[in-house]
């Protein structure tokens, strides 16, 4: 992929994560001002298509990223973002606080939802029995993607009678970022899933993940579950 493909792809992603509409090469030309030409903006796109990192969902439509586009974003063309001052302080004085893993995790399973805008879950594994704790549902309702689809029942449904599997998948050291299809729970596979595991000091298992739509903000959230791993590791 060339360096004008590279920031068309970017581009697009952003913008489709900002307005969830198909993207046309006339709104990308409009809105960056770019130094390439909308017929030249379009060739590149329909050649981003081609290599399956686009998708146009309709003849007449715009084009949106694919899983692979996502991938390729998040792998290649992501930077790292911080949390603002303000939102370190937040996270501080709501979690650091807690004495018991319970209620932390609990909190922290709140705080990410309402910060992330999306699904949050956290839970503990303690003595092969599991207790989690969901925050956000109404969340994926209010998106297009989902609605009262049945995809999303099937999701619910899932995380009501599976979602100690979690456990299953999730390393202790690292986050995971599951784009639709490359999610691992099958019922999943209609949504982004970014999740992390934990050793926390009573040497208990942790997890905290975040589920949303593919255009999620994937530099916040990953930013967000990094930061809140940081103060796991303190309390």
């Known amino acids: 992929m060339n360096i004008r493909q590279k920031k068309i792809l970017e581009a697009v992603i952003k913008e489709y994560v900002d307005t969830a509409q198909p993207v046309s090469s006339g709104a990308l030309f409009k809105k960056h001002k770019s130094s390439a030409s909308p017929a030249t903006l379009r060739a590149e796109m329909k050649r981003l ?10 003849t007449s439509a715009g084009r949106i990223p694919t899983d692979k586009g996502y991938r390729f974003f998040i792998d290649s063309l ?16 709501n979690l650091l606080p807690e004495k018991t893993i319970d209620h ?6 709140n705080i990410l939802a309402d910060m992330s805008s999306n699904l949050a879950i956290s839970g503990v594994l303690d003595y092969n029995e599991p207790e989690f704790y969901k925050f956000g549902l109404g969340r ?8 009262y689809s049945s995809q999303l029942v099937e999701i619910l449904d899932y995380l009501d009678r599976n ?11 690292t986050i995971g970022v599951y784009i639709g299809e490359e999610n691992p729970i099958k019922q999943m596979k209609g ?12 040497g208990k298992r942790g997890l905290i993940a975040v589920l949303g739509p593919r255009r999620m903000k994937y530099d916040r959230n990953i930013a967000l ?3 809140i791993r940081n103060l796991l590791d303190h309390v």
């Open 140 to 147: 994926l309702l209010k998106e297009p993607e989902f609605g």
């Open 191 to 202: 949504l982004s899933m970014i999740i992390s595991g934990q050793r926390l000091k009573s």
């Open 78 to 93: 992501m930077t790292s973002k911080e949390l603002t001052v303000r939102e370190q302080d937040v996270l501080r004085k």
């Open 225 to 227: 579950i990094e930061y």
């Open 49 to 58: 298509e081609k290599e399956g990192y686009l998708y146009q969902p309709h």
């Open 163 to 173: 979602v100690e599997e979690l456990f299953d998948i999730v390393h202790d050291e």
């Open 104 to 109: 932390l995790m609990l909190k922290a399973a």
